[in-house]
């Protein structure tokens, strides 16, 4: 699986976009890039995958960088539940490898 | 549906001890994972199986037993534990079908003394 790198934590207010980076430089051919979350305590939840093309379900948009170099996941209208780990991984089977994550900090 | 359920929340063991945690699971899913978390780190598989009957190593097996009797069940086992055991314990499973999309339980909070 390809090493991703993500900034340690981040914050944005209520109501605003979260734009979430993460760099996967090594990333092959086949490997997908998919995102998962951690609230607090609780077991991760998966958010949404991507190969090439840009994606978006109701929880979120992965905008994938034409080289694939790079991703962004996006919290169009982040609330204060939002707040959490969100862990960015690259990967072509089932067997997530789960780095440190990224803390988002919703603020009122 | 209740998904993916752990059984115990919360367990302390004493150095040597053993004990087994049970991942159940009423989606049919056929591929179930065990994961364990420390403090401040990312997840890191254990063991995974991919149907009934099977079992493989993931990247920490090292104290760490599992059995798939069941489709439903994916059962957890320390022979011996050791305080570098202590950790989250979170089980997982899927669909074929959904590569990517793994559903987790809420976790073990599992203490060794």
């Known amino acids: 699986d390809a090493k991703t790198t993500q900034p340690p934590s981040m914050d944005c207010a209520e109501g605003r976009a979260a734009n979430l980076p993460c760099n996967h430089s090594?990333?092959?051919?086949?490997?997908?890039v998919y995102w998962y979350r951690q609230i607090h305590s609780q077991g991760p939840q998966y958010i949404i995958h991507?190969?090439?093309n840009n994606e978006t379900n109701e929880m979120a948009s992965l905008i994938i960088t034409e080289d694939r170099k790079s991703s962004t996941l996006i919290l169009p209208h982040a609330t204060l539940r939002d707040t959490a780990v969100y862990y960015c991984?690259?990967?072509?089977?089932?067997?997530?490898?789960f780095g440190k994550g990224i803390t988002l900090s919703v603020r009122p | 549906n209740a998904g993916v359920t752990q059984t115990p929340k919360f367990r302390v063991l004493k150095t040597g001890q053993s004990m087994t945690l049970l991942c159940a699971q009423d989606?049919?899913?056929?591929?179930m994972y065990w994961y364990r978390q420390d403090p401040g780190m990312g997840l890191r598989l254990i063991h995974y199986?991919?149907?009934?009957?099977?079992?493989a190593k993931g990247e920490v097996p090292d104290g760490y037993n599992v059995s798939r009797l069941k489709k439903q069940n994916f059962l957890l086992g320390l022979e011996s534990a050791a305080p570098s055991q202590t950790s989250v314990y979170f089980c997982?499973?899927?669909?074929?079908?959904?590569?990517?999309?793994?559903?987790f339980g809420p976790g073990t909070r599992l203490t060794v003394t």
């Open positions: 991507g190969l090439k």
């Open positions: 090594t990333i092959s051919g086949n490997e997908y």
């Open positions: 997982a499973s899927r669909d074929p079908g959904l590569v990517y999309e793994q559903y």
């Open positions: 199986s991919v149907g009934e009957g099977t079992t």
């Open positions: 991984i690259a990967g072509a089977n089932s067997k997530l490898t």
């Open positions: 989606m049919n899913h056929e591929y």
